[in-house]
């Protein structure tokens, strides 16, 4: 669509919602490529007048069909998508998320946890840092011999984006490191932000400039620090904060609170409001200050970060899942607003859920403007919750209703409350579909066997053939976390299933050779050029190598999550391992099942989901066709698997005694060992105290090595 055609174009509240998606594509198609010409290229081909028109347009789209509005969503971004262009770090230690929190009572259990991880008693000493939490971009910086050498940003936790040349601008990241005892590698972690003054300094330039706002500070330092031309980045004034760090060759202080103090000593800034705290009392008590005071800081904070200050124990703790046990965020509580439920949508999932979304009349919630929110299920619509038990008093939510919605950090807006005296007179109980609305299967809320329950959930029984159920999976497959195809957004797969050239994951890495045949090539169609498609096909083959956890996750096995899907590479090594054992374990009797059952953190559930997934044989000639593409690469081994222990299997059952379950799983991971939950032929060492029985039995049945724990901390030491 060109803006000369824009008077002539149907108002935006006369389209369809078919009318709309269609133009919205084509409008997202076209300012994407205007914004590459003008970021990447610096060559416009369009007045500013003329890209204002296109931009209102889209906006207005937008406005009108909250839908249309996803994470690819241009509204949702700055400039353009530099990555790109950017060469791939990957992070020697990992850069994990933390743990969040939102009530008082969140902080006492974390710390009761950690007693009791730890086995301490409640007037055992046990002290915490407390600062704040920075919204903004996180980074990595890697030091030399005291010099800058690298620094990248969050990515996936894995691998991130190379910012050198852009992060070396950032008046608050010295070149060289300070002072004497510098180790010989440091990797700084911290927070890139804007100030307030300077985030508004900003947008009055770019709206002097008749250039698109920035949402926010965030937003704005984030899109600032992943510019393609470093100069761009030197010409807006971010701000650093450090607080952690990844690989340290020597660490110089064994308490988090020393470290910060070595860091300020290495020439970083380090938040002043960090406090060191020895009892609940005092944490919550720094919050609620800093809560108080949070306006008046002259940047943007969403909580309060609580570590443990001992770096030994930090250890001993180590990791559940994506974060440190040791850690927790303390978030301020979810912002408030009121607004009209105008109407009420089902989005089809990857796996068949009938997700309920709510179109609201749109309201600003914290800054954010929230056009719609989610429903959770049928049931959170009837005002009955997970365990059948009334919420909101029993009331049930209609269209109409006045709603009360609410906001917590980044994560979607939900539907909390109804005003109930609002009520409209004619409001009626929402029916919810038993039919899916993208194909027309029969939508059935399914038994559980195990307990007898209804499922919360709503689901298409169309399976393959339900294309919404389709093109979920392929936006699934290119995520972030999963194959992380650059170019490969929501809205790019829409387009190319719609056309037919990418209905299977498959189709993905046969696209530009098909491209190289076809007489209606991408490069020739209207919103492409040669630079956006030899990116996209370059983006694609950088992938036909890839982790073997990311293939696993991005098959979007029902229940198996990137942590489940961490635990099946780690065990089994290669794609085809785990392909055999899962056939092998259809038969329940087989010893593939108990070893599949038996992997630590792979319940029941998610064992049976594996084996089902491959069952079906649609699944299994979609392996093979992805598989000759692609090569899965095992998982990196863990830093720390120069131990005994490294590579074995190891079972604890029985009383420990001197150390908790939980400690000695935590600790067998750490030295590089897989924990199983029950004995098999592959068990390596079983681990007894007072009270083993039936596993004990089998380990002696099947010849497994047995000892108690003083033998273990005799294999391996304290960990």
Same mark, same amino acid.
């Given at each position: 669509?060109? @803006? ?14 078919? $009318? ?36 209102? #347009? ?37 850069? *994990? ?27 055992? @000493? ?22 800058? +050498? ?12 190379? +910012? ?47 250039? @698109? ?38 660490? @110089? ?7 910060? $103090? ?17 009892? &609940? ?26 570590? +443990? ?30 607004? &009209? ?12 859920? *009938? ?51 609410? #906001? ?5 807006p939900k539907v909390l409350d109804v005003v109930l005296e609002k009520r409209p007179a004619d409001a009626r109980p929402y029916e919810f579909p038993t039919q899916c609305p993208a194909c027309g299967s029969h939508a059935v809320r399914e038994v559980n066997p195990r307990t007898g329950k209804e499922d919360a959930v709503r689901r298409c029984t169309g399976g393959l053939i339900c294309p919404a159920q389709a093109r979920e999976r392929l936006k699934h497959f290119v995520s972030r976390n999963a194959f992380d195809i650059e170019g490969m957004g929501e809205q790019r797969i829409d387009e ?37 498609? #030899? ?120 009383? *420990? ?48 090595? &047995? ?7 005799? *294999?391996?030491?304290?960990?």
């Open positions: 669509m060109s @803006p000369k055609n824009a008077p002539s174009l149907k108002p935006v509240d006369q389209l369809t919602l078919t $009318e709309a998606r269609a133009e919205h594509d084509d409008l997202g198609r076209e300012i994407a490529e205007h914004d590459r010409r003008y970021y990447e290229e610096d060559a416009p081909t369009v007045s500013d007048a003329e890209y204002d028109a296109l931009r209102k #347009r889209y906006e207005a789209l937008e406005g009108m069909f909250p839908e249309l509005k996803t994470t690819e969503s241009l509204t949702q971004k700055v400039g353009s998508r530099a990555s790109e262009k950017f060469a791939k770090v990957r992070h020697r230690v990992p850069m *994990l998320s933390l743990a969040n929190g939102f009530a008082d009572e969140e902080v006492e259990e974390f710390v009761e946890r950690i007693r009791r991880f730890l086995q301490w008693k409640a007037d055992a @000493p046990l002290v915490f840092t407390a600062e704040p939490k920075i919204d903004g971009l996180s980074l990595s910086i890697r030091y030399e011999k005291g010099r800058l +050498v690298t620094a990248a940003t969050r990515g996936d936790g894995a691998e991130g984006e190379d +910012v050198t040349n852009n992060a070396r601008t950032v008046g608050d990241i010295p070149h060289a490191l300070k002072g004497s005892n510098i180790p010989d590698v440091f990797e700084v972690r911290g927070e890139v932000y804007l100030s307030h003054k300077d985030f508004a300094a900003i947008n009055e330039r770019q709206e002097a400039a008749g250039k @698109p706002l920035f949402a926010n500070p965030r937003n704005a330092a984030a899109g600032s620090l992943r510019q393609l031309d470093p100069k761009i980045t030197a010409s807006r004034p971010l701000c650093f904060f450090a607080y952690a760090w990844g690989e340290v060759s020597e660490m @110089p202080a064994s308490t988090q609170y020393g470290m910060m $103090e070595a860091l300020r000593g290495f020439g970083f800034k380090v938040n002043p409001l960090t406090r060191r705290c020895s009892s &609940v009392a005092e944490m919550l008590e720094h919050y609620h200050a800093i809560e108080t005071d949070r306006a008046n800081l002259g940047y943007d904070i969403d909580g309060v970060v609580y570590k +443990v200050d001992d770096l030994g124990l930090q250890q001993r703790l180590g990791f559940v899942s994506r974060s440190p046990r040791w850690a927790l965020a303390h978030k301020f509580p979810a912002q408030k607003a009121v607004t &009209v439920l105008e109407g009420i949508e089902i989005n089809v999932g990857r796996t068949g859920s *009938l997700n309920p979304i709510a179109r609201l009349r749109p309201v600003t919630v914290g800054g954010v403007v929230v056009s719609n929110a989610t429903l959770h299920n049928e049931d959170y619509i009837k005002g009955i919750g997970g365990n059948g038990e009334k919420i909101r008093g029993g009331v049930d939510i209609r269209i109409g209703d006045t709603v009360i919605i609410n #906001r917590a950090g980044d994560v979607i190319f299933y719609e056309e037919g050239l990418v209905q299977r994951p498959q189709d993905i890495f046969t696209l530009a050779e098909r491209n190289a045949r076809s007489l209606k090539r991408l490069e020739n169609r209207e919103g492409w050029g040669e630079t956006s498609v #030899r990116n996209l096909f370059a983006a694609i083959e950088a992938r036909r190598s890839i982790s073997l956890n990311r293939l696993i996750f991005a098959l979007g096995i029902p229940h198996v999550g990137e942590t489940s899907a961490r635990l099946l590479a780690r065990h089994f090594g290669t794609f085809e391992a785990l392909r055999e054992a899962a056939r092998a374990a259809a038969d329940p009797d087989s010893e593939a099942h108990a070893e599949l059952t038996s992997i630590g953190g792979i319940g029941p559930v998610v064992a049976e989901a594996i084996i089902e997934f491959f069952k079906e044989g649609h699944n299994e000639e979609m392996l093979d066709a992805l598989l000759a593409q692609v090569t899965a690469e095992p998982m990196e081994a863990p830093a720390t698997v120069s131990s005994p222990v490294a590579g074995k299997t190891v079972v604890f059952t029985g009383s *420990l005694e001197q150390m908790t379950r939980e400690e000695a799983k935590a600790m067998a991971e750490r030295l590089g060992a897989k924990v199983a939950g029950s004995v098999s032929k592959k068990t390596d060492l079983v681990v007894a105290g007072p009270g083993a029985g039936s596993k004990l039995a089998k380990a002696a049945e099947l010849g497994v090595q &047995v000892m108690d724990e003083d033998g273990w901390f005799a *294999l391996v030491g304290r960990g």
